[in-house]
């Protein structure tokens, strides 16, 4: 579709639009082109977009943003492991090799903000993936394999360490190695609860109409 809002059929709000309404200047990279569908769809909202195939550029791309621009929110996409994994197999020996060289990256960003007196001390990164895969491919809803990401969040008031569940003992469960439905409750932490999670740390509301995480106080 042309944007999200076309293929839902009604106005469709986003975590870019809720910064961009408090003051914010959001910033997207990202390493697909598919990621351009964001841009058609809140064009006002987000003020800058990088869309660049090569990782390690990217990744530079973003560095020089956190040196030059002041901002509440960048969302960064990392494409290396998927197209490795669809490629070779997830969990094969290139998609590994992948995700170590998206490791590095990661890491070059996390201490861009770390060396930065300005930034250190303020910002909250949040590191999660879109699914997970064993072999060919990643389709099979059923498969622990596919359905299990790391969900991770680092910055101030957050001890290192610690686990996510017991931080949030009241409002998650951790549901082990068992595929939840939509209705459990406690739910589970889902890569869907990014946005409002990154609203939440700003003090910012959720995102109208949301459907992961959108009663935080």
């Not at 469709?12 to 910064?19: N, W």
């Not at 530079?60 to 996409?77: C, I, M, N, T, Y």
């Not at 969990?91 to 170590?100: D, E, F, G, N, T």
């Amino acid at each position: 579709p042309a944007t999200v809002q076309a293929a839902a059929g009604k106005r469709v709000e986003s975590v870019f639009t809720q910064v961009s309404a408090a003051g914010g200047s959001p910033a997207l990279f990202a390493s697909k082109t598919k990621f351009s569908l964001w841009k058609r769809s809140w064009p006002l909202a987000i003020e800058t977009t990088r869309i660049q195939l090569d990782n390690a550029r990217l990744a530079r791309s973003v560095r020089r943003d956190l040196r030059d621009h002041e901002r509440a929110f960048r969302f960064v996409h990392l494409s290396l492991p998927d197209a490795a994994g669809h490629e070779y197999g997830f969990m094969s020996p290139r998609y590994l090799r992948a995700v170590q060289q998206v490791d590095t990256l990661v890491g070059s960003i996390v201490d861009a903000v770390r060396s930065d007196p300005a930034l250190v001390g303020r910002t909250a990164i949040i590191l999660t993936s879109d699914h997970g895969g064993l072999g060919a491919d990643h389709s099979d809803a059923r498969r622990l394999a596919n359905y299990r990401v790391a969900f991770m969040v680092a910055g101030p008031g957050i001890p290192a360490g610690a686990d996510l569940y017991e931080l949030n003992a009241d409002d998650y469960r951790d549901p082990g190695t068992r595929r939840t439905t939509y209705r459990q409750s406690p739910a589970p932490v889902r890569n869907g609860d990014l946005a409002n999670l990154t609203l939440d740390l700003l003090d910012l509301a959720a995102v109208p109409g949301s459907e992961h995480n959108s009663d935080l106080d």
